[in-house]
């Protein structure tokens, strides 16, 4: 299966300011026939279930603020909040759906 | 408007078995890939089983030969049939939607499973 790394553990920014989280996969998740990575970010408050916030590495799903964004290089993916906001405090999950599908250990957002 | 709830979940002994379900609203769950994902205490998420439109099941290794998932048309209704369960199926258990692309779109509320003497 494919492993995926995320870093740290656990993350505290002020509010306003950027958080940044990062995610490597073992190997690619690149599929060649759309030249899209299959990797996810989520988002999971106490009590609820995880809420997609990014698809295809980079796409914002539906309703989700543009401070929430992602990037890739390779097989290092990046999650970024650009401007902190006292909503974001919740643990957030990369996922690689290329085969089968597996999540990183999740970072959680505080304040500081 | 699109809702997955799970249902089902409790307290059963080491070796027992217990059957979940997820009521689904707003799409039909035999045009669609359904899954089931399970946190467990202080862990992380684990896909457990998943059924695709065409009928086929696929399990992951932890619950092989153990767990069994279905739908029921008519009822729109995906369940997840647990049986020899042991201590370490404790968790929260999730139903999704899974897209063409094999993306988790949309999740359920969970519910709680505790194997425990």
């Known amino acids: 299966d494919i492993v995926v790394t995320q870093s740290p553990d656990s993350l505290a920014v002020s509010l306003g300011e950027r958080a940044t989280i990062s995610c490597r996969s073992s190997q690619s998740v690149l599929h060649s026939s759309n030249n899209k990575n299959y990797l996810a970010w989520y988002q999971q408050k106490p009590g609820q279930p995880p809420k997609l916030l990014i698809y295809?590495?980079?796409t914002r799903a539906s309703g989700i603020p543009d401070r929430f964004s992602g990037s890739a290089s390779g097989t290092d993916f990046t999650l970024t909040i650009s401007s902190l906001q006292a909503e974001d405090v919740a643990i957030y999950y990369c996922?690689?759906?290329?085969?089968?599908?597996?999540f990183g250990r999740g970072t959680k957002v505080e304040i500081k | 408007e699109v809702q997955l709830v799970a249902s089902g979940g409790g307290l059963v002994q080491p070796g027992g078995s217990l059957r979940l379900s997820c009521a689904v609203s707003g799409f039909t769950v035999n045009s669609n890939y359904m899954i089931w994902v399970r946190q467990a205490p202080r862990k992380g998420l684990e896909w457990v089983a998943v059924i695709y439109s065409d009928g086929s099941t696929y399990y992951g290794d932890s619950v092989k030969g153990r767990f069994t998932v279905s739908r029921h048309n008519l009822q729109n209704t995906v369940y997840l049939q647990m049986s020899g369960l042991r201590s370490e199926d404790t968790a929260v258990y999730f139903c999704?939607?899974?897209?063409?692309?094999?993306?988790?779109?949309?999740w359920g509320q969970g519910t709680t499973v505790i194997v425990s003497s």
């Open positions: 295809w590495a980079s």
């Open positions: 999704a939607r899974v897209d063409m692309s094999s993306l988790m779109d949309v």
């Open positions: 996922q690689q759906y290329f085969t089968p599908w597996t």
